[in-house]
T-cell receptor, first 114, second 111 residues
Framework: EAQVTQNPRYLITVTGKKLTVTCSQN?????MSWYRQDPGLGLRQIYY???????DKGDVPEGYKVSRKEKRNFPLILESPSPNQTSLYFCASSYGTSGKETQYFGPGTRLLVL | SQQGEEDPQALSIQEGENATMNCSYKTSINNLQWYRQNSGRGLVHLIL?????REKHSGRLRVTLDTSKKSSSLLITASRAADTASYFC???????????FGPGTRLSVLP
């Protein structure tokens, strides 16, 4: 089944404790992206990647890191999480490198930073 | 940067009625997409309309695009309780690689 998977789905952590949220897609998509969703603010793009080893900042990249060493995986790293990073996070992938085509979303990761 | 803006923010209708949501954007685009999100879940793609298209249909969905007004509308006909969800428009900035979502319209379809 074609899908985007994220792990973990729920995570409670404390300020400053490094964490990684994994994202994997099995559709051989070039483009992958991370979003955060907050009430009243909609979805905001954090980082995106047009292909392996190519990443770029979205609208809200501060406090986040990403890597794209393999086509299928695009982990989101929070080196020193803070409470303002408490949010619902979505990974998405898309055919092509432009990100302008249909995006397929993972189920989301709900993060609480205490 | 916020590209798409949906209107209204919330909409409540009876089952069987039509629901219309609007989206406005600021810059030129290649395409505009509509997504649905059931509470707390991932977004599901509904329809993509390209900048050179004016109208597109998919089942009970009808999307229009007016590039001169930088606006789009999503019409759901004969709504069902299962259509209750948030609906987002998303646009790609013509000159960039960002993919930008609006804040969404929350639709409630009452049985």
């Amino acid at each position: 089944e074609a899908q985007v998977t994220q792990n973990p789905r729920y995570l409670i952590t404390v300020t400053g404790k490094k964490l990684t949220v994994t994202c994997s897609q099995n559709m051989n998509h070039e483009y992958m992206s991370w979003y955060r969703q907050d009430p009243g603010l909609g979805l905001r793009q954090i980082y995106y990647s047009m292909n392996v080893e190519v990443t770029d900042k979205g609208d809200v990249p501060e406090g986040y890191k990403v890597s794209r060493k393999e086509k299928r995986n695009f982990p989101l790293i929070l080196e020193s999480p803070s409470p303002n990073q408490t949010s619902l996070y979505f990974c998405a992938s898309s055919y092509g490198t432009s990100g302008k085509e249909t995006q397929y979303f993972g189920p989301g990761t709900r993060l609480l930073v205490l | 940067s916020q590209q798409g803006e949906e209107d209204p923010q919330a909409l409540s209708i009876q089952e069987g009625e039509n629901a219309t949501m609007n989206c406005s954007y600021k810059t030129s685009i290649n395409n505009l997409q509509w997504y649905r999100q059931n509470s707390g879940r991932g977004l599901v793609h509904l329809i993509l309309i390209r900048s050179n298209e004016r109208e597109k249909h998919s089942g009970r969905l009808r999307v229009t695009l007016d590039t001169s007004k930088k606006s789009s509308s999503l019409l759901i006909t004969a709504s069902r309780a299962a259509d209750t969800a948030s609906y987002f428009c998303a646009t790609d900035e013509d000159y960039g690689q960002n993919f930008v979502f609006g804040p969404g319209t929350r639709l409630s379809v009452l049985p």
